[in-house]
C-alpha cells in the first residue's frame, strides 16, 4: 500500500513569490492535514481537508491556504513568501474521523531567500 | 503555559539501556495520544497510538498514559542505534472540530553501539 506523496521534496523561492505544494494520501483516506516544522516551534498545525471541505484552520496569516480534490489529493499554497516561512511542510493522511491515526508523508523542505 | 510540553534533550544512551521519554499536557480534553518517530531529513513514522489511560505495548516499545497526572510516557527496552531518532508526542480532543494534532518539540535521542 503507498505511503502519503509529497511533492517536490525541496524547493528554492526568493521572498515576495509563492508556492504550491503537493500532497497525494494514502488511498481510501479522506483527511489530508497540514503542519509546518522549524527548529524554534516544532510541528504547528496549518489546517485539515475532509471531502473538500475545511474543517480546520490553525494560527497563520491569510498568505497560508489549501484546497483539496475529488480524489483527495491537497494543495497548499504560500504566497508573498517570507524568510520566516522557510520549514519543513508536512502533509499528514487519515481516515477522517476525530483522534485518528495520521501517517506523515516525507515533506517539502522550502527555504526562502 | 504550552498546551504539550516535552524535554527537547538531547538524550544519549548506551546500546540495550531502557529509554523513558516523556510528556506532559495541560487540556484535559485530549484522549487520543501517539508517539512519532522522525528520522533526520525524513517525516515523522507514527509508532505507538493508545486511546485514553492505559498501557499499550508494541514489540519493544511500550506506552503509557496518566489522564489523571496528564502524563504521558513511552519506554524502549534493550535500545538499538537504529532508534537514534527524534520522538515527538503528539494528542488530539475528541469530537467539535479538533481534526488536528497538538505536538511536543521532540526529544533527540541518541543510542551509542
Known amino acids: 500500500k503507498a505511503g502519503v506523496t509529497q511533492t517536490p521534496r525541496y524547493l528554492i523561492k526568493t521572498r515576495g513569490q509563492q508556492v504550491t505544494l503537493s500532497c497525494s494520501p494514502i488511498?481510501?483516506?479522506?483527511?489530508v492535514s497540514w503542519y509546518q516544522q522549524t527548529p524554534g516551534q516544532g510541528l504547528q498545525f496549518l489546517f485539515e481537508?475532509?471531502?473538500?471541505?475545511?474543517?480546520n484552520k490553525g494560527n497563520f496569516p491569510g498568505r497560508f491556504s489549501g484546497r483539496q480534490f475529488s480524489n483527495s489529493r491537497s494543495e497548499m499554497n504560500v504566497s508573498t513568501l517570507e524568510l520566516g516561512d522557510s520549514a519543513l511542510y508536512l502533509c499528514?493522511?487519515?481516515?477522517?474521523?476525530?483522534?485518528?491515526?495520521?501517517?506523515f508523508g516525507q515533506g517539502t523542505r522550502l527555504t526562502v531567500v | 503555559q504550552k498546551e504539550v510540553e516535552q524535554d527537547p534533550g538531547p538524550l544519549s544512551v548506551p546500546e540495550g539501556a531502557i529509554v523513558s521519554l516523556n510528556c506532559t499536557y495541560s487540556?484535559?480534553?485530549?484522549?487520543?495520544f501517539m508517539w512519532y518517530r522522525q528520522y533526520s531529513r525524513k517525516g515523522p513514522e507514527l509508532l505507538m497510538y493508545?486511546?485514553?489511560?492505559g498501557n499499550k505495548e508494541d514489540g519493544r516499545f511500550t506506552a503509557q498514559v496518566d489522564k489523571s497526572s496528564k502524563y504521558i510516557s513511552l519506554f524502549i527496552r534493550d535500545s538499538q542505534p537504529s532508534d537514534s531518532a527524534t520522538y515527538l508526542c503528539a494528542m488530539s480532543a475528541r469530537g467539535g472540530s479538533n481534526y488536528k494534532l497538538t505536538f511536543g518539540k521532540g526529544t533527540l535521542l541518541t543510542v551509542n553501539p
Open positions: 499528514a493522511s487519515s481516515l477522517g474521523q476525530a483522534g485518528g491515526e495520521a501517517f
Open positions: 493508545t486511546y485514553s489511560s
Open positions: 487540556n484535559s480534553a485530549f484522549q487520543y
Open positions: 488511498s481510501g483516506h479522506r483527511s
Open positions: 481537508y475532509f471531502s473538500e471541505t475545511q474543517r
